[in-house]
């Protein structure tokens, strides 16, 4: 059997057990990696090599080095540690409840304010893990729920799904927005601008704005007024180490920085600013540091991981390139159905599956498809970017923020079926996909 064969066999399995195991997902990437490691040991040159089937180097050490040195991406997981450790005191200086509240106290009426709020979480979203989020806005959304008596599920349910929709606005938002950087080399910046043309960033704010309107909707007849006790900020210090991480990485793509952990080794520095901070200026204790240390999402990590390593190994033995070239065929050479393919694939996929994984798997797929097809590879990548993200919130299982909502809902006596999900969801990710994507296909066709 043909070498690629088997990759693709370790692969298949590994993604099927994925799914069905949520729960010991870093155990199988893992396991596939390693075992994927010793193969390409055991036969140099057969799994890692250039996606052409010629042999990188022929050492039987080539596999471990090359896995750990190329294939896992450093500079990737230093952003995602560095930006998780910024999110997490920045959630810890209260500055996100304080400004949810002088939006409660400064809007018009409480419909407006519930919409605010919500436009306001997936704005945070863009810097701070979604999980994250939805737990530091919880609080204030059952409270206004409470004082408006209102059934706080569509307002929890909004949480989760606005976080989860601004993934992949920025650099910093989610791991597949970092992902999508280093496959396509882009900056900071390039997500806000690229070629000549608006980027990423602004295609997802139109689904954003879909997504107030969906839920105005729903909140607009209340009108009146509530009083909120104002919540007693900690300190600016991570709010200023936040802004710093933003700017520091605009100014990084400016200044177009060759060294390509550079961006990585900066957000990382700013981390452990943070936590030196931590320690002398709020006198917590190691224990108190280690806790915040250990809460970190270390699982998504790890699982960045092996996935990297499987995903290297099939794209390098050519299967990525051959699938690409099999929808090329489906498609026809039609662009429109191709694109229309990869964003209904990508929303059906990601109500149900990570999409770390299949982002990682179809970039260089959609790249190459447009390659094939004569046109700009962004408009299929942002097609799966935007499907992949979007798609999250389709089912009440398609992001780890929808699970939290819903844990919340349970626990405060609104128990969340999933018909009842697919109620908000569907419709929700019908229309801000819809938007973002007819936006993005204007732009980029």
């Known amino acids: 059997m043909d070498i690629k064969w088997i990759v693709l066999i370790v692969a298949v399995v590994m993604y099927l057990l994925v799914i069905l195991k949520q729960d010991k997902k870093v155990w199988f990437t893992t396991g596939a990696a390693l075992l994927l490691v010793a193969l390409g040991t055991v036969l140099p040159g057969a799994i890692f090599n250039d996606g052409n089937g010629g042999a990188l180097e022929t050492g039987r050490l080539f596999a471990v080095t090359h896995s750990l040195g190329t294939l896992i991406n450093w500079n990737v997981l230093m952003i995602y540690i560095g930006s998780m450790i910024i999110a997490a005191l920045f959630i810890y200086s209260k500055v996100p409840a304080r400004i949810a509240d002088s939006i409660v106290e400064k809007s018009p009426g409480s419909g407006i304010a519930i919409i605010m709020i919500l436009a306001m979480t997936g704005i945070i979203s863009i810097f701070v893990e979604n999980v994250a989020t939805v737990l530091v806005m919880a609080p204030i959304a059952l409270a206004l729920s409470k004082k408006l008596k209102l059934n706080p599920t569509y307002f929890l349910s909004g949480l989760a799904v606005m976080s989860n929709l601004e993934g992949t606005a920025t650099l910093v938002g989610d791991p597949p927005s970092m992902i999508f950087a280093s496959f396509a080399g882009y900056t900071f910046n390039d997500f806000f601008f690229y070629g000549g043309r608006i980027s990423i960033f602004f295609f997802v704010q139109t689904g954003l704005l879909a997504g107030c309107i969906f839920f105005y909707m729903y909140f607009r007849n209340a009108k009146e007024k509530t009083a909120v006790d104002r919540t007693k900020v900690v300190s600016f210090v991570p709010a200023v180490l936040l802004v710093a991480m933003i700017a520091g ?41 280690r806790t915040l240390i250990k809460e970190l999402d270390w699982e998504t990590i790890f699982f960045l991981c092996g996935i990297f390593v499987v995903v290297g190994a099939i794209s390098e033995t050519g299967l990525l390139k051959e699938f690409a070239a099999f929808l090329a065929d489906v498609t026809g050479g039609n662009k429109l159905f191709g694109f229309v393919l990869i964003l209904l694939v990508s929303i059906f996929i990601s109500g149900f599956v990570d999409n770390v994984p299949y982002i990682i798997v179809m970039l260089p797929v959609a790249a190459d498809l447009a390659l094939n097809l004569g046109i700009h590879k962004e408009l299929y990548m942002f097609a799966l970017l935007i499907g992949s993200c979007l798609g999250g919130n389709l089912t009440p299982f398609g992001a780890s923020a929808n699970v939290v909502a819903m844990g919340i809902l349970k626990k405060e006596g609104y128990p969340l079926s999933f018909k009842g999900w697919l109620k908000i969801g569907a419709p929700f990710t019908f229309f801000t996909t819809l938007s973002a994507a007819l936006f993005l296909w204007f732009v980029w066709k």
Do not use: N, P, R, T
């Open 249 to 289: 990485l605009a100014l990084l793509s400016f200044l177009h920085f060759d060294w390509q952990y550079g961006s990585g080794v900066y957000v990382m520095v700013l981390g452990i600013a943070g936590i030196v901070w931590y320690v002398l200026s709020q006198k917590k204790s190691g224990e108190e540091v």
